[in-house]
């Protein structure tokens, strides 16, 4: 998990007091990426990123980071889980790589396939990329929206970020809160489609991309899944192999890491079958699980017998009780940029 913050002038330039403005919106986003910070700015265009070491925890991956030749600046929150395969195939177009992160992978593809680079990723990410010989700047977010992005148009000017309270710490703006999206929420218990609690602030759409160029911008889409479509012709025990090879492969790339990783296992289905596969490929993962103080809610029986089942040897149980949920539960509220209706993010938290 990284953080993004961006701030576009498409008329002047921006002054010594709004990049002061944007650093310190940038740090409200620092519990995001607590590694490293960085920014760049140009004229009327301002980039900034907080790290969260994963793959190549050199600087040279630092961010925002440079094309060889200083045309694009990338920054970018998320993961690219193919990244040795694309990086192998951009080689043989003869691209050559400084370093072992998959970012530079991302804006090489870009600088190879374009748009289309976005389609060949097997991962979660939201980027901003900034071209500096026509003056275009795109924001993009993953084929299911796994990962935030959030942008609101003021006039000429454009603010972006990975969360709304970094835009929030603009005090140069005018926020409000938006009360028609306000109701929609009290019926949804979540903010719908590109809404948002604060008035003009939309969310990038899954699978889509914006681009700003010459004080315009155009919402675009890159990707799209429609029930019914590319229907295979298969039975459904060849169904079941693929999707288990797809499974498990999938399982298998995303434990590519330079840091220590584990598995959250809740106990239910799809915690435990994630489990299963990371643990054929590493034999020594940890599980890490919940027991609530309320026996009514506690499932930690069922996760630790996942593990005896599968022969996990690392399990690390957590017991959150009533008393540590009532300490810590206004920090659970100040970590949500937006309300909404599943509680399931204070285990979440917690636990993490």
Not at 44 to 50: D, I, K, N, S, Y
Not at 128 to 141: E, K, P, S
Request: charged share 25%; with cysteine.
């Amino acid at each position: 998990m990284c953080g993004l913050f961006g701030w576009l002038k498409f008329e002047g330039v921006l002054t010594d007091r709004e990049i002061e403005m944007a650093r310190s919106a940038t740090a409200k986003l620092a519990h995001r990426g607590p590694d490293a910070s960085g920014y760049w700015s140009h004229r009327g265009v301002f980039m900034a990123h907080q790290r969260l070491k994963i793959l190549d925890l050199s600087e040279n991956a630092a961010q925002p980071f440079k094309s060889d030749d200083n045309r694009y600046i990338l920054t970018y929150n998320g993961e690219i889980y193919n990244y040795i395969e694309l990086r192998e195939e951009l080689k043989q177009l003869g691209f050559v790589f400084t370093t072992e992160s998959d970012t530079e992978v991302f804006l090489k593809s870009y600088q190879a396939w374009g748009i289309e680079a976005f389609e060949r990723f097997e991962g979660m990410f939201a980027c901003a990329i900034h071209d500096n010989q026509t003056d275009t700047h795109i924001l993009v977010r993953d084929h299911l929206g796994q990962k935030p992005l959030y942008y609101f148009e003021h006039g000429q000017e454009l603010v972006y970020a990975s969360e709304l309270r970094a835009l929030l710490a603009l005090e140069c703006l005018d926020w409000s809160i938006d009360r028609e999206n306000f109701t929609r929420y009290l019926a949804n218990s979540y903010y719908v489609w590109d809404t948002s609690p604060i008035k003009g602030v939309k969310k990038l759409l899954p699978g889509c991309f914006v681009e700003f160029k010459n004080g315009r911008t155009q919402l675009k889409r890159y990707w799209d899944s429609v029930p019914g479509d590319n229907q295979l012709d298969l039975t459904l025990d060849e169904a079941s192999e693929q999707f288990t090879d797809l499974f498990d492969r999938n399982c298998q790339i995303s434990m590519r890491s330079d840091v220590p990783y584990g598995v959250l296992l809740s106990g239910g289905v799809d915690s435990s079958l994630i489990l299963q596969a990371c643990h054929k490929h590493n034999p020594n993962i940890t599980a890490y699980s919940v027991a609530m103080g309320e026996t009514d809610f506690d499932e930690s029986a069922k996760a630790r017998e996942i593990c005896r089942h599968l022969g996990i040897k690392n399990h690390q149980v957590y017991t959150l009780g009533k008393e540590t949920l009532y300490g810590a539960f206004r920090d659970y509220l100040g970590a949500l940029d937006e309300p909404h209706g599943d509680p399931g993010f204070v285990n979440m938290r917690f636990l993490a």
